[in-house]
């Protein structure tokens, strides 16, 4: 079972990027995808989830507004849309899974997912 994390890149503030993670070896479309973001020397910090269906979806309130998340099951890849990016955005973006549907109480821990993907490089600057 693998998750990959692609996308990330260097972009100005007020700028937009796409995410992607995709998987392998399992049924993405039976798992919860998860993102989370780690700024360096500071914890992984929840951003997105979305459960199988695509139906459920929360966000951390600092992305509200600004990032999308969604998926295609048939091509077994979730996408995180990133609008409006500024600097506290800069970080390392990790996607994670877990067969469970997410909770509101309990998808922004780390220990929810037992699937984690390698992260990709977000860099927000002018």
């Known amino acids: 079972l693998q998750l990959q994390a692609s996308g990330g890149g260097l972009v100005q503030p007020g700028g937009s990027l796409r995410l992607f993670c995709a998987a392998s070896?399992?049924?993405?479309?039976?798992?919860?995808i998860a993102w989370f973001r780690q700024a360096p020397g500071q914890e992984r910090v929840p951003v997105s989830v979305?459960?199988?269906?695509?139906?459920?979806?929360y966000y951390a309130d600092s992305v509200k507004g600004r990032f999308t998340i969604s998926r295609d099951n048939a091509k077994t890849t979730v996408y995180l849309q990133m609008n409006n990016l500024n600097p506290g955005d800069t970080a390392v973006y990790y996607c994670?899974?877990?067969?469970?549907?997410?909770?509101?109480?309990?998808?922004?821990?780390?220990?929810?997912?037992?699937?984690w993907g390698q992260g990709t490089l977000v860099t927000v600057s002018s």
């Open positions: 994670a899974a877990d067969p469970r549907s997410p909770n509101r109480f309990t998808w922004f821990f780390t220990s929810q997912y037992h699937y």
């Open positions: 070896g399992f049924t993405m479309d039976s798992h919860t």
């Open positions: 979305i459960d199988a269906s695509g139906d459920t979806v």
